[in-house]
C-alpha cells in the first residue's frame, strides 16, 4: 500500500515484485544507516554548568580577572588578520617585560607549560647531544624524558625533593659529565622549592653548556632576569602566577640558542614546535609572516590581558605582592601548628606552598573537605611528594 502510488500503471507482476524488492532494499538501507549514528549524549542537551564562586587556590590553575575573562569572550579574529597579528606583537613585547630580556626570539607556543618544555627541548637538542638535569622533583623527571626522546644522553644531579643545587654541586656536574645543555626549574612546584639561578648563567657558559630554565609555577611571582642571570633558553605557563587561562607557553631564546639551533645536523623533531617556523609566524626579526598552524586566538586574547595587567602593576611591585602574601600565608598556617615542607623561608616558593601533611591525616579527605564545605581547592602531592605535602 505503502507504494501503490508510485507504481506505474503499465508494471506487470514480475516488475512489481522487482519494484517491491528494490523498494524494501532502500528502506533495509536507510535505517542501517540510522542504526551507524551513535546517538548524542544527552548532557549535550542541558545548559553548561560550572561552579560559581570557586577559589583556586592550588598550584594551578589560577582564577582570571574579570578583565582578562572578558578579553577571551571577545569575537574571534583569523589567525592572520592584520589585528591578530597586532595581537601578537603586543604579546611578543609584553614577554620581553616579563622574561626581562631583549631576545627577539620571544613568543607563545600554542599549548600548555608542557608545550613550552617540548618546544625548548627539541629546538635546541638533537640525537648525540648531552642533557644535564636538575632533578629534585617531577619537573626534573619531566624533562629528563623529554630530553631522552629528542635522542641526547641524559645525566641527573638528584636531590630529595625540597633541596637545592649549590653552584658548586653545579660546577662539579658540568665538569664531569660535559653537556650541552643543563637544565634548571626556578619554581619546582611538586615541593614548593624555589631554585637560585644567578651565577648560573655564568657557570654554564664557561663550559659551553646552554642553561635551559622552567619558570611554569614563578614567572610574574618572584625575581627573574634572563639576561641578566644569561639564561639561553627560557620557557613558562600562562595559567599560574600570570593569570590567565591555560593554552599558552611563553618562551624566549638567547643569541648562544639560537646559534646552536641554526648549526643542527638534524631537523627539529617537531613540526609543531620548530622555531624556524614558529618565528615565521610570529614576524620574528620583521620576517614575512607565514600561516604555520592556526593560534588558539581566544587564548591569546586574554593573555595579551593578563600581559597588561602586570605591566600596570609593575614587575617588582607584582614580585612583591607575592612574596606578601605568601609570608601571611606562612604565618597563619604556623599558628595552626601546621608545617611548611621548605623549613628556610628564602627557599619557599611564594607562588606555591607546600604543607607537610600532619601524621595521622588523610590528604584526599583534607582536601575533598575543603572543597566540599567551603569550595576553595587545595591539591596534593605530585611524583615524589604524593602523600607528604599539600600545597
Known sequence: RRYQSRIPIHYNAVSFTEFLIR????????????????????????PLRIPQGRLLTGPGPSNCAPRVLR???RQVLGHLHPEFLEVMDTVKAGLRYVFQTTNSLTLA??????????????NVVEPGDQVLVLYSGVWGSRAKEVAERCGATVFSLIH??????TLHEIAQGLQKYRPDVLFACQGESSSGLFQPLEGLGELCHRYDCLLLVDTVASLGGVPFFMDKWGVDVVYSGSQKALGTPPGVAPISFSHRARAKMASRKTKVQSFYFDMNWLAKYWGIDGQQRVYHHTAPISSVYAFREGLAMIAEEGLKS????????????????????????IRDKK?????????????????????????????VEIAG??????????R
Request: with cysteine; hydrophobic share 40%.
Open 160 to 165: 630529595a625533593p625540597g633541596q637545592v643545587f
Open 109 to 122: 607556543v600554542s599549548g600548555t607549560g608542557h608545550a613550552g618544555m617540548e618546544a625548548a627541548f627539541v
Open 318 to 341: 607584582s614580585w612583591k605582592r607575592h612574596r606578601e602574601n605568601a609570608e601571611l600565608l606562612w604565618t597563619g598556617l604556623e599558628k595552626l601548628g601546621l608545617e611548611m615542607f
Open 347 to 375: 627557599l619557599r616558593l611564594p607562588t606555591v606552598t607546600a604543607v607537610s601533611v600532619p601524621s595521622g591525616i588523610n590528604w584526599k579527605e583534607l582536601c575533598n573537605y575543603v572543597m566540599k564545605k567551603h569550595n
Open 381 to 390: 602531592g605530585l611524583g615524589p611528594t604524593v602523600g607528604k605535602v599539600g
Open 23 to 46: 523498494a524494501y532494499a532502500r528502506l533495509m538501507a536507510a535505517r542501517a544507516e540510522e542504526r551507524e549514528l551513535y546517538k548524542p549524549s544527552e548532557k549535550l542537551f542541558e
Open 71 to 73: 578579553a577571551a569572550g
